[in-house]
């Protein structure tokens, strides 16, 4: 039988193959140790040795022709066998989708409050010099602030101008950036970034969020102030919630006020099962630092405080989002514990 003859005999035989079993037989009917190949192989012996070279390599040749044959009805009959057994237009299995932490939520809904008033979001460096983290806000060398026990400072050479690098310890660090970036006012920011201080308890912990905002135009005073931060809490927390400004000191306003939220936790009684509050301990939360921007700060920005005046406010997202109405979250480490069962609900 010529090879011709074999490969007739071999197509038609794979024509009318219909299963995996069918191929193996044919493998062993072609391919075997009795095979057709090797029967071929066998009338060698009666050749010249230059024939059997010759010949010897053309049934090698054919012998590669028929395995590829046989593998390719092979890997037909296994796709067809899959399509009849399983039903391609059935759905997948749908992949779990998480949800987007807590803390970028909070985040979210103040840009589109602050975004309704005008004020543009902006993000400055976590990782930045001293001096716009402090001698720009008017705080001394001396200033409490600057010790190494109080900001998180970083071992890398000091910058000539702008002293030591550290991580900003608040997002007024980026007031003075905003103010040299506009130039002339007005100016309507919100800045929210990472902050980091040495703290952790209840209400603190080393790595924690900022929004900081910042308004400089003509005839600005103590009233924009109240009335932003007012409309700001009415959108956030509902019109059931109480706040207060608390007159304070920083070095960065003046006058300075500390503002304070009726406490959630505890409906702002101070008491939970007349037990002190474990979050508040007195029926109010500091939400964050506020005030009228300090001359010496418009001038670090390059701006003429008597011509201008501004306003400015930090608070802390994750004390913000603690405060909101009916969540009552008492300990703020929780946000960062890694817990599934705590995470999943948002």
């Keep these: 039988m010529n090879f011709t003859d074999v490969e ?9 193959t219909k299963n995996l079993t069918e191929i193996q037989n044919l493998q062993i009917k072609y391919l075997g140790r009795k095979g057709i190949i090797n029967k071929l192989l066998d009338n060698l012996s009666k050749l010249s040795t230059e024939q ?31 399509e009849s057994e399983i039903d391609l237009t059935l759905p997948g ?55 190494d026990f109080e900001s998180f400072f970083i071992d890398f050479p000091r910058h000539a101008k702008y002293g030591r690098l550290l ?53 600005i005073n103590i009233t924009n102030l109240k009335g932003t931060i007012d409309y700001f809490v009415h959108e956030f927390f509902g019109e059931d919630r109480e706040i207060r400004l608390r007159p304070f000191h920083f070095q ?13 936790v505890c409906n702002g009684t101070g008491n939970v099962k007349n037990i002190k509050c474990k979050l508040c301990k007195s029926g109010w939360l500091e939400l964050g630092g506020a005030g009228m921007v300090h001359p010496f700060v418009l001038k670090s920005g390059g701006i003429d405080p008597v011509g201008y005046s501004g306003f400015a406010f930090g608070f802390g997202v ?6 909101k109405s009916g969540l009552k979250l008492d300990d703020i480490r929780i946000l960062y514990a890694g ?4 995470l999943e609900q948002f």
């Excluded at 817990?339 to 705590?342: G, L």
Aim: overall charge positive; hydrophobic content about 40%.
């Design 318 to 323: 994750e004390r913000v989002m603690m405060m």
């Design 93 to 147: 299995k749908k992949r779990q989708i998480g949800s987007l932490h807590i803390v970028t939520l909070a985040i979210e809904e103040i840009v589109r409050i602050f975004k309704t008033l005008g004020f543009i979001r902006m993000s400055y460096p976590e990782v930045d010099w001293e001096y716009f983290a402090f001698e720009s806000l008017n705080m001394p060398v001396n200033h409490p602030a600057r010790d």
């Design 8 to 16: 007739l005999h071999l197509d038609a035989d794979l024509a009318s």
């Design 252 to 264: 960065f306003t003046e006058p300075s006020f500390e503002v304070d939220i009726s406490c959630s």
């Design 167 to 219: 991580l900003t310890p608040h997002t007024s660090s980026g007031q003075v950036r905003e103010m040299k970036r506009v130039k002339t006012p007005p100016i309507k920011m919100i800045n929210i970034a990472r902050t980091y201080r040495p703290n952790w308890d209840a209400s603190h912990t080393p790595m924690f969020h900022q929004f900081e905002g910042l308004c400089i135009d003509k005839n």
């Design 52 to 82: 059997k070279k010759k010949q010897g390599k053309a049934i090698n040749d054919f012998k590669s022709l028929i395995e590829n044959k046989i593998k390719l009805r092979q890997k037909l009959i296994l796709h067809t066998s899959f």
């Design 339 to 342: 817990d599934i069962r705590f």
